[in-house]
Antibody, heavy 121, light 106 residues
């Protein structure tokens, strides 16, 4: 199982950015996926998760990002996405994509190496 | 819902380390644990309270009761030094992580 994030970088406050997560070594279409972030020197913060299309394909989001962030998936490309709008300095963090198991009480199983997003003017 | 962890825990080499995660009635929730070494991504070490993923040594175990969940590391090794995080679902749309405990092996 291998996850590789890309698309990070420096963005101005109020800007947008789309992260990608390339998945390999497992069947993405059968797997719920999530994004977790970690601000510099801080702890872990869940961003959101997306279910498989078989389970409805819906996404749930943490309160701080709801309405600004959107998770999507392209199983044909083995890729997970995180579209971020209205970015604030508080969104500066390393963003990890993870596989997710365990339905509504589940865990973050395999993590990518992370990608840094810096929101600054 | 909040999870509270001690900022740091120290253990002598070869001894047993216990890392606590305190939350209201956490014993009724399913707890997962991760460790994170400097500059690396987190790694799952315990899921569903006390199950070990493949590749995690039997020295790692978990338990939960009342208001405290505990990650126990037996025969601590230098390579166990890391930040350890507990995690639960507070609701169907809210994941909560503990603040993390830095484990030092002396």
């Amino acid at each position: 199982v291998h996850l590789v994030e890309s698309g990070g970088g420096l963005v101005q406050p109020g800007g947008s950015l789309r992260l990608s997560c390339a998945a390999s070594g497992f069947t993405l279409s059968n797997t719920w996926m999530t994004w977790v972030r970690q601000a510099p020197g801080k702890g872990l913060e869940w961003v959101g998760r997306i279910k498989t299309k078989r389970d409805g394909g819906t996404a749930d989001y943490a309160a701080p990002v709801k309405g600004r962030f959107s998770i999507s998936r392209d199983d044909s490309k083995n890729t997970l996405y995180l579209q971020m709008h209205g970015l604030d300095t508080e969104d500066t963090a390393v963003y990890y994509c993870t596989t997710y198991y365990g339905d509504d009480d589940g865990w973050f199983d395999t993590w990518g190496q992370g990608i840094l997003v810096t929101v600054s003017s | 819902y909040e999870l509270t962890q001690a900022h740091s825990v120290s253990v002598a080499l070869g001894q047993t380390a216990r890392i606590n995660c305190v939350g209201n009635n956490i014993g009724s929730k399913i707890v997962h644990w991760y460790h994170q070494k400097p500059g690396q991504a987190p790694v799952l070490v315990i899921y569903r309270d006390n199950y070990r993923p493949s590749g995690i040594p039997e020295r790692f175990s978990g338990s939960s009761s009342g208001n405290t969940a505990t990650l126990t590391i037996s025969r601590a090794q230098a390579g166990d030094e890391a930040d350890y995080y507990c995690q639960v679902w507070a609701s169907t749309t809210a994941v909560v992580f503990g603040g993390g405990t830095k484990l030092t092996v002396l």
